[in-house]
């Protein structure tokens, strides 16, 4: 994206790419809509993409990728053991981030699984700047648990915070005499704080953590997969990194991390993952699981063409105009919304626009999931299908309760370099009547609950028959239009 100036009119994000294959898209009915979200369970993740208009669930594995990524996956090298595609991804991993060792995994909780198996025992806590699903699921199958050290900021759903993915240092301090430094195998910070919204981190707060580490000799983990938008926002809004080039300010932030972790699905606009560090003897403990659960050294579970894209992708994601994309469009997305008196999470971050469900259904409770509702009446009412992020992400207490979320948020994800802005402008639009008609909407109850990451494939039904009491409104006030 580039920063022109508009001579009239106000300044719209500009694309520095332009769009060289397409995909054909769908809006079907409203009246199919509304079947399609039935036979989905009221779960958005359950939905079939060919009955979705605008698929906004996530940036994984679905970013667009460039001419070049496309054609270095032509020229890749296949073989079980010693591809040269590993090599060239392994060399353009420790040219940026400063690691000499580099495991393949095939995509981010993969790295999780590897790092909780080797450094999270019984008893162990590890504080994280916010908690991620996969992250927690797997540090708690370990029997780990998981202590959130965020600040006041990183709740308040309006903000002008420009960091509100920071840690708390002082809370961190006092966790860590609390529990003993010797119960905490590591320290984890999110890059582009996934479940509040995609909220970066400081340079200046992962220093301090650092420090904090050291002082009581705990390692630093870094999870990277978001770290695009973090880079893009610390270069924006960190003074101090004004004059850093986003590969400086990478740089910088690995070399405070013991180990660093992605999901390739969202950093380098391509699949699969990995986990870097400087330490041969942490490389050394988590070798042996990459054969057993991903594949050989080489590949980790990922195509050797996706390895090719993934080594182009990060060498793209060192460019400010190109990892600038997402985030002016997201606030182009928010600010709309915002005008229109629609709650959204600001400062306007990362990943996708936040709407903010506790708000927007405030006359629904927190035990029927107004953000799981409210994802299904966006999809009803518009095609454009996001992602539930609140209590129905959460896992029930031992005793059966719910772990009612700090945020009830949905996600409307805005894959880089996927959708155009007038795509944007109609889910705003849908967006300003589903507000209107808010008091339409309705809860969710499940009617068929995992017991573990329920929001995958859980099922639930409309506790009221608020669907059909929408569909209705919407047939009054669009006549018969899609
Ligand atoms: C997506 C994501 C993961 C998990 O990565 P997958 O590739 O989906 O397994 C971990 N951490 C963060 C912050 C993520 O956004």
Request: a negative charge; one cysteine or more.
């Amino acid at each position: 994206m580039s920063q022109i100036k508009f001579f009239k009119g106000e300044s719209l994000p500009l694309e520095m790419h332009k769009v060289r294959i397409i995909q054909k898209l769908n809006l079907i009915p409203l009246e199919e809509r509304k079947q399609a979200m039935a036979e989905a369970g009221f779960n958005t993740f359950l939905l079939r993409n060919r009955d979705v208009y605008l698929d906004m669930l996530t940036d994984s594995g679905v970013n667009a990728m460039s001419d070049l990524q496309l054609a270095a996956m032509m020229k890749a090298d296949d073989s079980y053991a010693g591809s040269e595609t590993f090599y060239k991804l392994e060399a353009k991993l420790q040219e940026l981030f400063g690691t000499e060792y580099f495991l393949p995994a095939h995509q981010g909780r993969a790295c999780e699984n590897i790092i909780s198996r080797v450094f999270v025992k019984p008893g162990s806590v590890v504080p994280m700047n916010y908690h991620f699903t996969t992250t927690k699921s797997h540090i708690t199958l370990n029997g780990g648990r998981v202590e959130e050290v965020f600040t006041d900021e990183a709740l308040r759903i309006t903000s002008n915070h420009p960091f509100k993915g920071n840690m708390d240092i002082d809370r961190l301090v006092a966790l860590i005499k609390e529990t003993g430094a010797e119960n905490i195998p590591f320290v984890r910070m999110e890059a582009g704080t996934n479940l509040i919204g995609g909220q970066p981190f400081s340079l200046e707060n992962l220093r301090q953590v650092r420090r904090v580490c050291d002082e009581y000799d705990i390692m630093l983990v870094l999870d990277a997969s978001l770290l695009a938008d973090n880079l893009y926002f610390i270069k924006q809004r960190e003074e101090s990194c004004r004059g850093m080039s986003i590969r400086e300010i990478t740089r910088a932030m690995a070399e405070l991390c013991d180990i660093i972790y992605f999901s390739a699905r969202k950093l380098g606009c391509a699949r699969g993952g990995g986990i870097c560090t400087d330490r041969a003897d942490l490389a050394d403990k988590m070798r042996e699981f990459v054969p057993l659960y991903e594949g050989f050294l080489t590949y980790g579970g990922m195509s050797v063409r996706e390895m090719e894209a993934l080594t182009v992708g990060l060498e793209e994601t060192m460019d400010e105009e190109m990892i600038n994309q997402g985030p002016l469009f997201i606030k182009y997305m928010a600010e709309k919304l915002e005008k229109l008196g629609i709650p959204v999470v600001t400062p306007p971050g990362g990943l996708g626009c936040h709407v903010d469900a506790m708000a927007f259904v405030d006359h629904i409770p927190q035990e029927q999931y107004p953000a799981g509702a409210l994802a299904a009446a966006i999809y009803i009412a518009s095609g454009v299908r996001g992602m539930e992020r609140g209590t129905m992400s959460e896992q029930r207490n031992e005793d059966g309760s719910e772990t009612l979320s700090n945020m009830e948020l949905v996600r409307l994800a805005l894959p880089r370099r996927v959708f155009t802005l007038s795509q944007v402008d109609y889910a705003v639009d849908r967006l300003a009547w589903l507000y209107e008609n808010r008091k339409l909407i309705g809860g969710l109850t499940f009617v068929e609950e995992p017991k573990v990451l329920r929001f995958f494939f859980g099922r639930l039904a409309p506790v009221t028959d608020w669907p059909d009491v929408l569909v209705k409104k919407f047939r009054e006030d669009f006549g018969d239009s899609l």
